[in-house]
């Protein structure tokens, strides 16, 4: 399946997964799980870094769009996409691993650990933008403390199951072409 | 100017997310402040076909509680009926009114519609409730909206054709529900401070007021929105503000925002009259 036909059906299903499924769980009236993120953490490695952070504002406008707060999900999106290269250059182990596999996964990230990292500082981010553009305002830290920190730890385990169950396949791509 | 070009295509990334940033949250101040962004009713129109689509199925696992509810309804106007009230024999006798019921119709004030909840939210700080009424099926905005147990539910605050979007009372910038205590009577504003669920506050309660748990918080019918003696909530917790000399009142909300499945518009037919005539005399006053 070509890369681009690959990302649109996860398009589709990760929104339609996040709106209809996962926005009616309200863990302790306090947490909601994010799954949707890991659209944009799958997205290719080789990608114009422009056409992430465009492909991240879409997609986050779509779930705004059914949630009708326009914004929200938007600009942690782009948050999210235009912080990724960082990480992944941060924690990849070695020189040009990037360009030997396709997206990021624990295979290509070289283990369980630094791919855990990833997903887990890219969740946080995610998520406490998020609560914090919502509350509008930085009072009653508390709050907004456990209600990030909830979220982010249901968010990584649904991620984490994810991960587990849909085994993406990853070929090994030479460098040389 | 070839140094400012450079820098654009040098830092051309940066810049992308510094924008698409700012208009995120440009979009987050506007719409929700003003919530007439153009795109909002088109929008509307196909998110909520699909979203159609799903409530049909989700629809089915809830008949049960829709039963209930229903019941629960039938069994509250059954003992309005007449004959639940027996009068005792006085020397007058009953006659049968020939008054057309239809010839109340100049008097009416207030219609109520029914309408299916098609999506609904409860985890944002400003939530927002979808029905399967609009424009086309005589819904305007600004008409209050009720649930099944006669709790208040929110505002229409968007129409397109066939979907509206109401304000619902878990919105913490924009809803203001004007209500009262029903035993004491004194009058306060109901908003909600966005933390919890079902838990709404009452403020401008003066601390002369006797307020205690369990006391029943109704609409004032002072707004053009909803009837007098709606229910809104009951209340929960009583403390008094430190500086001011108010209660800080929580009450917990009638309408179970969880379980949201058929609800009722209020069609106020005289609110279009009671605005006209406060419009003039505001504009008498300036």
């Given at each position: 399946m070509s890369t681009l036909v690959k990302n649109s059906i996860r398009f589709i299903l990760f929104i339609l997964i996040q709106v209809f499924v996962l926005d009616n769980i309200h863990l302790h009236k306090l947490a909601t799980p994010y799954l949707y993120l890991l659209f944009i953490i799958w997205l290719p490695f080789r990608m114009n870094r422009?056409?992430?952070?465009?492909?991240?504002?879409?997609?986050?406008?779509?779930?705004?769009?059914?949630?009708?707060?326009?914004?929200?999900?938007?600009?942690?999106?782009?948050?999210?996409?235009?912080?990724?290269?960082?990480?992944?250059?941060?924690?990849?182990?070695?020189?040009?691993?990037?360009?030997?596999?396709?997206?990021?996964?624990?295979?290509?990230?070289?283990?369980?650990?630094?791919?855990?990292?990833?997903?887990?500082?890219?969740?946080?981010?995610?998520?406490?933008?998020?609560?914090?553009?919502?509350?509008?305002?930085?009072?009653?830290?508390?709050?907004?403390?456990?209600?990030?920190?909830?979220?982010?730890?249901?968010?990584?385990?649904?991620?984490?199951?994810?991960?587990?169950?849909?085994?993406?396949?990853?070929?090994?791509?030479?460098n040389t072409i | 100017m070839r140094n400012i070009f450079l820098f654009i295509r040098r830092y051309s990334t940066f810049l992308l997310f510094i924008l698409l940033q700012l208009f995120s949250i440009y979009l987050i101040v506007t719409y929700n402040k003003y919530h007439q962004a153009v795109f909002s009713n088109t929008a509307n129109q196909y998110t909520g076909k699909i979203n159609t689509q799903y409530n049909k199925i989700e629809n089915y696992f809830n008949l049960k509680k829709t039963n209930d509810s229903l019941v629960k309804v039938n069994e509250r106007l059954y003992n309005t009926l007449k004959q639940d009230f027996q009068l005792p024999d006085t020397a007058s006798k009953i006659v049968v009114d020939s008054i057309r019921v239809d010839s109340l119709l100049k008097y009416r004030r207030y219609n109520y519609l029914h309408a299916t909840v098609v999506a609904n939210s409860v985890s944002n700080q400003n939530n927002y409730i979808v029905i399967g009424r609009g424009k086309s099926q005589q819904l305007k905005v600004g008409m209050g909206v009720i649930d099944a147990s006669n709790g208040v539910v929110g505002i229409v605050s968007e129409v397109s054709d066939d979907f509206s979007v109401l304000i619902s009372l878990l919105h913490k910038k924009d809803s203001r529900i004007s209500s009262k205590l029903f035993k004491g009577g004194e009058i306060g504003t109901v908003t909600w401070n966005g933390n919890q669920p079902n838990i709404l506050q009452l403020t401008g309660i003066p601390k002369s007021a006797k307020v205690a748990k369990g006391d029943s918080v109704v609409t004032s019918g002072y707004s053009t929105y909803f009837p007098k003696g709606m229910m809104v909530g009951i209340v929960t917790e009583v403390t008094p503000e430190k500086s001011t000399n108010n209660f800080a009142i929580n009450i917990k909300s009638t309408a179970d925002f969880y379980n949201l499945q058929y609800v009722y518009v209020i069609d106020n037919l005289q609110q279009a009259a009671i605005n006209d005539l406060l419009n003039k005399a505001e504009k008498k006053s300036q």
């Amino acid at each position: 399946m070509s890369t681009l036909v690959k990302n649109s059906i996860r398009f589709i299903l990760f929104i339609l997964i996040q709106v209809f499924v996962l926005d009616n769980i309200h863990l302790h009236k306090l947490a909601t799980p994010y799954l949707y993120l890991l659209f944009i953490i799958w997205l290719p490695f080789r990608m114009n870094r422009s056409w992430q952070l465009l492909i991240a504002f879409i997609f986050g406008f779509t779930l705004d769009a059914f949630r009708h707060s326009f914004g929200f999900h938007a600009a942690a999106c782009v948050l999210i996409a235009y912080i990724r290269p960082y990480f992944i250059n941060l924690l990849i182990p070695q020189e040009g691993a990037d360009s030997n596999y396709e997206e990021p996964s624990i295979k290509s990230m070289g283990g369980f650990t630094p791919y855990f990292i990833f997903i887990a500082a890219l969740t946080i981010i995610h998520h406490a933008w998020l609560f914090l553009l919502e509350a509008w305002q930085v009072g009653n830290s508390w709050y907004f403390l456990a209600k990030t920190l909830l979220s982010t730890a249901i968010s990584l385990l649904l991620i984490i199951i994810t991960e587990l169950l849909f085994n993406r396949k990853q070929k090994f791509k030479t460098n040389t072409i | 100017m070839r140094n400012i070009f450079l820098f654009i295509r040098r830092y051309s990334t940066f810049l992308l997310f510094i924008l698409l940033q700012l208009f995120s949250i440009y979009l987050i101040v506007t719409y929700n402040k003003y919530h007439q962004a153009v795109f909002s009713n088109t929008a509307n129109q196909y998110t909520g076909k699909i979203n159609t689509q799903y409530n049909k199925i989700e629809n089915y696992f809830n008949l049960k509680k829709t039963n209930d509810s229903l019941v629960k309804v039938n069994e509250r106007l059954y003992n309005t009926l007449k004959q639940d009230f027996q009068l005792p024999d006085t020397a007058s006798k009953i006659v049968v009114d020939s008054i057309r019921v239809d010839s109340l119709l100049k008097y009416r004030r207030y219609n109520y519609l029914h309408a299916t909840v098609v999506a609904n939210s409860v985890s944002n700080q400003n939530n927002y409730i979808v029905i399967g009424r609009g424009k086309s099926q005589q819904l305007k905005v600004g008409m209050g909206v009720i649930d099944a147990s006669n709790g208040v539910v929110g505002i229409v605050s968007e129409v397109s054709d066939d979907f509206s979007v109401l304000i619902s009372l878990l919105h913490k910038k924009d809803s203001r529900i004007s209500s009262k205590l029903f035993k004491g009577g004194e009058i306060g504003t109901v908003t909600w401070n966005g933390n919890q669920p079902n838990i709404l506050q009452l403020t401008g309660i003066p601390k002369s007021a006797k307020v205690a748990k369990g006391d029943s918080v109704v609409t004032s019918g002072y707004s053009t929105y909803f009837p007098k003696g709606m229910m809104v909530g009951i209340v929960t917790e009583v403390t008094p503000e430190k500086s001011t000399n108010n209660f800080a009142i929580n009450i917990k909300s009638t309408a179970d925002f969880y379980n949201l499945q058929y609800v009722y518009v209020i069609d106020n037919l005289q609110q279009a009259a009671i605005n006209d005539l406060l419009n003039k005399a505001e504009k008498k006053s300036q």
